[in-house]
């Protein structure tokens, strides 16, 4: 069992806007910065948010924000090249670790 | 350009130990906090460890821990995974990641292809 909450599956079509989510509480979603993660077919994964931070090359069609303990990931005009598991991640401070979403499988019809 | 390169992984017995090593360019080295993540097949991704910019302070998820170490070469850019007591549910691809920060509390920006460790019985 996962120690945040994300959507099993979300999907869109082509132009669309989606948003998924990641709900945690006040020792890791509420206190620290969240880490959004995107894995295609299982192969590496690629950070297209950490923060408030686009990392360089990717597209602004991303966005993140977060509100007291969600976090969210913002994705305007899907593209069939954004179908992937998106995960989300940030520091738990009363495990000392890491904690990640069970991931959310974004389908782009 | 930032690159992390895993190596060390393969085929180890049950009970056995395996080192697995990631040589990280294009970057200070030094100046980053660095992780180690898992994906067991078929499965989402699972924290291992992590280490601060200077080795001082290590952490390590609950199912590792005692089992498990983490260190880093700064001379070398080099982060390693020290992994013993192996057992079939250690089975998984090993991605090491670039902290975004010098501790370890903020999230990663970069990642390796990974590794993969397969544990017989």
């Known amino acids: 069992q996962s120690s945040l909450t994300q959507e099993a599956s979300v999907s869109g079509t082509v132009g669309q806007k989606v948003t998924l989510s990641c709900t945690g509480n006040?020792?890791?979603?509420?206190?620290?910065?969240v880490g959004w993660y995107q894995q295609i077919s299982h192969g590496a994964p690629k950070t297209v948010m950490f923060?408030?931070f686009l990392p360089s090359g990717i597209p602004d069609r991303f966005s993140g924000s977060k509100s007291g303990t969600t976090a969210s990931l913002t994705i305007s005009g899907l593209r069939p090249e954004d179908e992937a598991d998106y995960y989300c991640s940030t520091w738990d401070y009363s495990l000392s670790a890491w904690v990640f979403g069970g991931g959310t499988k974004l389908t782009v019809l | 350009e930032v690159q992390l390169v895993e190596s060390g992984g393969g085929l180890v017995q049950s009970g056995g130990s395996l080192r697995l090593s990631c040589a990280g360019s294009g970057f200070i080295f030094s100046n980053y906090a660095m992780h180690w993540v898992r994906q067991a097949p078929g499965k989402g991704l699972e924290y291992v460890s992590g280490i601060g910019d200077n080795g001082e302070h290590t952490y390590y998820a609950k199912s590792v821990k005692d089992r498990f170490t983490i260190s880093r070469d700064n001379s070398k850019n080099t982060l390693y995974l020290q992994m013993g007591s192996l057992r079939s549910d250690d089975l998984a691809v090993y991605y090491c990641?670039?902290?975004?920060?010098?501790?370890?509390?903020?999230?990663?920006?970069?990642w390796g292809q990974g590794t993969l460790v397969s544990v017989s019985s």
């Open positions: 006040n020792n890791n979603i509420g206190s620290f910065a």
């Open positions: 923060g408030n």
């Open positions: 990641a670039r902290g975004t920060g010098i501790v370890v509390v903020t999230p990663v920006d970069y």
